[in-house]
Structure formats: structure tokens, C-alpha cells
């Protein structure tokens, strides 16, 4: 290993830690450590914490795309006036790091929800500690800010607020615009 590789590694290292020191003084573990420590939730496995965590993260992060998509929060008394609205979920199962996983990937009734933390037609999840979003998630209070600033840094997307419907996905603006340039329409 060089001076270098040996630095990254003490560098990672260091933050890993004070994650999770910062995890462990907020006292959002405790309830976990009393689980695990009790024998009520494996660690690994199917129907292990790891998993647990992971699907209930990225299933809050696609309900949180799907309010920034649609422009209103579940259960939002004035959900009515908006143009688009949300229609259950669909079951995705989706490959990780530590294994399969299957989550609940919300709807809109439009069909014109792209979600990117998992997008479309994607079976595996490449490392999602590295996905743009989760990047604008440190050191943000709440999941849903910092998702919702990665969002909206991406460009327009068919909510209230634009009403018209522009095309909800980057690529997928690009792949019309593509084709309208060589003159095949959509």
C-alpha cells in the first residue's frame, strides 16, 4: 500500500467514525442496540437490519421525489387542485451490496414520474453511497431538504408549479430533443 492509499483509508476511517459517534450521541441507535442486543432483529440476512435500513431509506427517498414531482405532500387537503396526483406503488426489486431488495417505488397518475435515486429499468444498485443524491445529503437536518435541492438542481420536472408537463428526466429531455433534431419526433 502506498503513503497515499494509507492516508484515503485513515481519512475514511476517520469520518466513518465520527458518523458514527454522531449516530450513537444522537441517541437515534439506541432503540436498534436494544433490538439487536435483545435478540429481535438480526443484523444480516433477509430480514435483517441492514436491509431494513435500506429499504426504508430508499423508500423515503422516492416518496420524497414523488412530492418535489407532483408538488404536494401525502395527504395534503388541497392534493385535489394539482394537476397530477399519487396512485400506490409498484414492487421493484432492486440488487445491492448486501443483497436483494424489494421496495415499494411510488406512482403518479400521470405516468410521468422518472424517479432517479432508482431509476427506471435499473436492477442494481451501483454503490447508492455515491449517488448524486445521497452526496447533497451531508449535513442536511432531513433527508427530504437535501434530496429535494439534488431534484431541483436537475431542471424542470411536471408538477404544480410547471403545469405543462415538461419532460420530467435530463436524459430523457435530451434523448426528445435528440431525435427532434435528426427529425423522428418522439
Given at each position: 500500500m502506498t503513503m497515499i492509499e494509507d492516508a484515503e483509508r485513515a481519512e475514511r476511517r476517520a469520518r466513518?467514525?465520527?458518523?458514527?459517534?454522531?449516530?450513537?450521541?444522537?441517541?437515534?441507535?439506541?432503540?436498534?442496540?436494544?433490538?439487536?442486543?435483545?435478540?429481535?432483529?438480526?443484523?444480516?440476512?433477509?430480514?435483517?437490519?441492514?436491509?431494513?435500513?435500506?429499504?426504508?431509506?430508499?423508500?423515503?427517498?422516492?416518496?420524497?421525489?414523488?412530492?418535489?414531482?407532483?408538488?404536494?405532500?401525502?395527504?395534503d387537503p388541497d392534493a385535489s387542485l394539482f394537476p397530477n396526483s399519487r396512485n400506490g406503488s409498484t414492487a421493484k426489486m432492486v440488487s445491492s451490496e448486501i443483497g436483494d431488495v424489494e421496495l415499494a417505488v411510488p406512482r403518479d397518475r400521470n405516468g410521468s414520474f422518472s424517479p432517479q435515486l432508482v431509476p427506471k429499468g435499473a436492477r442494481r444498485l451501483h454503490d447508492?453511497?455515491?449517488?448524486?443524491?445521497?452526496?447533497?445529503?451531508?449535513?442536511?437536518?432531513?433527508?427530504g431538504a437535501g434530496l429535494t435541492g439534488y431534484l431541483r438542481a436537475q431542471g424542470p420536472t411536471h408538477n404544480?408549479?410547471?403545469?405543462?408537463?415538461?419532460?420530467?428526466?435530463?436524459?430523457?429531455g435530451r434523448h426528445i430533443q435528440a431525435k427532434a433534431a435528426k427529425g423522428t419526433g418522439r
Open positions: 466513518q467514525r465520527e458518523l458514527a459517534d454522531q449516530l450513537k450521541a444522537s441517541g437515534a441507535l439506541d432503540g436498534i442496540f436494544e433490538q439487536i442486543d435483545a435478540g429481535q432483529v438480526p443484523l444480516g440476512g433477509d430480514e435483517g437490519l441492514l436491509k431494513g435500513m435500506l429499504k426504508a431509506v430508499l423508500e423515503h427517498g422516492l416518496e420524497v421525489e414523488l412530492t418535489d414531482h407532483v408538488g404536494y405532500k401525502r395527504g447508492v453511497a455515491r449517488h448524486p443524491a445521497s452526496s447533497g445529503l451531508q449535513g442536511t437536518s432531513s433527508y404544480s408549479a410547471n403545469p405543462a408537463g415538461v419532460v420530467a428526466h435530463r436524459r430523457r
